[in-house]
């Protein structure tokens, strides 16, 4: 027999239960801890601990479950499947459903919880060598010692030490009761073994269900149980409610941190950096930043207080001041954006070019070295390279039924409270006086100015002020 370091190795996930206590519409599995559902980290770490397969037994929310999967995992072609239990039988009945499912010829299998979100592969490995040293064992477990194992299946062991089954809380005698290792539901057992152990469960026990934790007995029968005694058991809880939830979303954004301060990168520590984000050294990201799916930020890069970007890249050098929020976009390097800055989908800041506070940007490419310091809006809009767009103007780029489009030539510029009505084109070196509506193209270094002509009527404020007086005063 191959040992269970080479053997073929799939994992089965348990993933059909509802998750009562989480008090929601949504399946347990797919509540999310730093920006994935839990059931991926679930995945995650199967597939790190070397599974090449999944299987992933789904029942509660199924559609919604093998949906999630498919996206995430499918898109990675990554062998992940999910196997049906039409009911809730109990975790022996939910592993038999995954059988069928198996990678033909998978010699061992790993069987895990998909509400176990903290699982660290390295721990997952331990079983592999587990069962190898332990010649005939057809199986090998976690156990974890815990102070309080109330709830939680209780290892049993004859007098020499060896494990002997599993007996769950509500099956437990008070005797029981008192023992404090406990059964965290991390399992790898031969494959025929398992064919054959599982084939012989019953429900003779308190809650009527197929327990998988018979199965440990059987094994124990077959030449033994081999236990791996968890030093870490923080890395096995399970999730039952939304405080626990919240608890393990803490560690695994303290992982992240810590694996990105290994990396050279400043992190302060109210940030909240999501399992995807990549960061290269040098980079700040300072208090309460928040940095969600896809991001990527380069090296030397500074992402000030308060800031929240999903999906943008930002290249090396740039600077993102406090409270700005920007989606699926991209920031160049040596830009600035901020403070109070938004990138709506798909605006590009490129190199050197400064956004500053109350401009929102949307569908918009802001060329090199361009500036659009305060206070506007540009959407639909193609600002040149050195161009300056002065506080107050707008890109109308609606007119009610479509978008239309802006372009604004490299180096022109664009006075204060300008309003350009697209779609238009301004030139290069143009220059709109400011508070002109720009409603036709304005030639390369022209000067566009539409405003009405200012006249001043000498003493006439002190006659208009006693005419307004008047007035109040009926
Ligand atoms: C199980 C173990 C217990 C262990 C505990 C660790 C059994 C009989 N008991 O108990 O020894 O200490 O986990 O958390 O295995 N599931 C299905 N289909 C089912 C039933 C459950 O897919 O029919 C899934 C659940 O979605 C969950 C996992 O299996 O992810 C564990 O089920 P749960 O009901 O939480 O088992 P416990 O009673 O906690
Ligand atoms: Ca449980």
Redesign the pocket.
């Known amino acids: 027999m191959a040992t269970a370091h080479q053997a073929p190795l799939t994992a089965v996930v ?4 509802q998750g009562t206590r989480m008090k929601s519409t949504r399946p347990k599995v797919l509540h999310e801890l730093c920006g994935r559902p839990m059931i991926h980290h679930v995945v995650d770490a199967a597939l790190a601990a070397g599974a090449s397969d999944v299987v992933v ?1 789904v ?1 509660h929310g199924r559609a919604e479950v093998s949906a999630t999967l498919d996206r995430a995992f499918g898109a990675q072609g990554k062998n992940v499947r999910t196997a049906l ?1 039409p009911e ?4 022996g ?2 592993v038999r459903c995954a059988m069928p499912h198996l990678a033909p010829g998978a010699e061992a299998v790993l069987i895990l ?3 176990t979100p903290l699982l660290d592969p390295e721990q997952l490995k331990s079983l592999r060598g587990a069962l190898d040293a332990a010649g005939d064992a057809p199986l090998a477990l976690l156990t974890a010692k815990l102070a309080d194992p109330t ?3 209780r290892i049993l062991r004859d007098g020499a030490g060896r494990v002997v089954g ?1 007996r ?1 809380h509500k099956d437990a005698s008070a005797a029981e009761r008192a023992i404090t290792e ?4 991390v399992y790898l057992a031969r494959a025929a073994f398992l064919e054959r152990a599982l084939a012989a469960l019953t429900t003779d026990n308190a809650q009527g ?1 197929l ?3 018979d199965v440990v007995a059987q094994a124990a029968r077959a030449g033994g149980a081999a236990a791996v005694v968890a030093d870490d058991v923080g890395s096995l809880v ?1 999730i039952n409610d939304r405080a626990q939830l919240a608890a393990a979303e803490e560690v695994l954004y303290g992982r992240i941190a810590d694996r990105l301060r290994k990396g050279g990168v400043t992190i302060r520590a109210s940030a909240r950096i999501d399992a995807g984000v990549v960061i290269e050294p040098d980079a700040v990201i300072e208090h309460a930043v928040v940095l969600r799916g896809a991001t990527r930020i380069g090296a030397g890069a500074r992402i000030d207080v308060g800031s929240v970007l999903t999906d943008v890249v930002v290249e090396a050098g740039a600077l993102v001041k406090p409270y700005s929020v920007a989606s699926r976009s991209t920031i160049g390097a040596g830009a600035q954006i901020g403070p109070f800055s938004h990138l709506r989908p798909d605006s590009e800041i490129q190199a050197d070019a400064h956004v500053g506070n109350f401009v929102e940007t949307k569908k918009t490419v802001v060329r090199r070295g361009a500036k659009a310091n305060h206070l506007a809006y540009l959407g639909d809009g193609d600002i040149g390279e050195g161009a300056n767009v002065g506080a107050g103007t707008i890109l109308c780029n609606y007119d009610g039924f479509r978008k239309h489009r802006t372009e604004i030539g490299a180096g022109a510029f664009i006075g204060s409270d300008s309003q350009i009505v697209a779609p238009v084109k301004i030139g290069a070196g143009a220059y709109v006086a400011t508070g002109t509506t720009v409603t036709r193209d304005v030639p390369d270094d022209a000067l566009a100015i539409g405003r009405v002509k200012q006249e001043n009527k000498e003493g006439y404020a002190g006659k208009l002020k006693a005419r307004l007086k008047d007035a109040a005063k009926k």
């Open positions: 348990l993933a059909a239960g037994v029942g239990q809730q039988r109990g975790t009945d939910a919880c998909g509400d709830g939680y299946g599993i769950e406990v059964n965290p539901g269900e327990y998988l934790t399970g």
